[in-house]
């Protein structure tokens, strides 16, 4: 059994950094970071493959945040920056214990959730 555990969330404003940090017990294959808004569905974020050798963004978020992986920790990280008051959610760390591939960044693909942690970004 996977169980992510995210911390690193917070408040901040527009123009600052967050990082992000999932601590995941035991080894996973592809891996990301999703979000929640309220009144809004979940979305990809970032997603890693196993190796950290392939990654994806949305486009919301390309150039600004960046994802990598550290396998010797069972560990993932979200290094958030430029951020804009729309990028206000839950953030939740997910892994599957397979290859789905980092393109498919999907939800719905993804069986092992954290808790989330809350970013919150004021203007």
């Known amino acids: 059994q996977v169980q992510p555990v995210e911390s690193g969330g917070g408040s901040v404003q527009a123009g600052g950094s967050l990082r992000l940090s999932c601590a995941a017990s035991?080894?996973?294959?592809?891996m990301g970071w999703f979000r929640q808004a309220p009144g809004k569905e979940r979305e990809g974020v970032s997603c890693?493959?196993?190796?950290?050798?392939?990654?994806y963004y949305a486009d919301s978020v390309k150039g600004r945040f960046t994802i990598s992986r550290d396998n010797a920790k069972n560990a993932l990280y979200l290094q958030m920056n430029s951020l804009q008051p729309e990028d206000t959610a839950m953030y939740y760390c997910?892994?599957?214990?397979?290859?789905?591939?980092?393109?498919?960044?999907?939800?719905?693909?993804?069986?092992?959730w954290g808790q989330g942690t809350q970013v919150t970004v004021s203007s």
């Open positions: 997910a892994a599957v214990l397979g290859f789905v591939g980092v393109d498919n960044c999907s939800p719905k693909l993804y069986d092992y």
């Open positions: 035991g080894y996973t294959y592809d």
């Open positions: 890693i493959n196993w190796s950290g050798g392939s990654t």
